[in-house]
């Protein structure tokens, strides 16, 4: 299935929104962490340094952002949470049907 361009529009205006609130999660799990006092302050910038670095990799924090992987990388950041089907409701009824058909399959 092809996405509309007002899809299309709407994707890229709500990625960045999505990303954010993920990444303030992020920090807050960094912060517990770091307010961990069981552990070495070498210890925690270890782990830290190797957190971040695996994390902004992942597609929940950076992605390239392509017209034809679009319903891809939203049932993509559906599987990791980053979102919610529900937050799909300004989508097109036909984008919300695919990604629904989408995430079905792959139970």
């Known amino acids: 299935m ?13 990625l960045s929104d999505w990303q954010e609130n993920y990444m303030k999660g992020l920090v807050k799990e960094y912060v517990d962490f770091l307010n961990d006092d069981t552990k070495h302050a070498s210890e925690k910038f270890w782990e830290l340094e ?30 990791l949470k980053v979102i919610t089907y529900d937050d799909l409701s300004e989508f097109s009824d036909e984008l919300q049907q695919e990604v629904k058909r989408i995430l079905e399959i792959s139970r």
């Open 50 to 79: 190797k957190r971040i670095k695996e994390d902004k990799h992942h597609p929940r924090v950076i992605m390239e952002m392509s017209k034809s992987e679009a319903i891809w990388d939203i049932v993509r950041l559906i599987i």
């Open 2 to 14: 092809d996405i509309s361009k007002k899809d299309w529009k709407l994707f890229r205006e709500r």
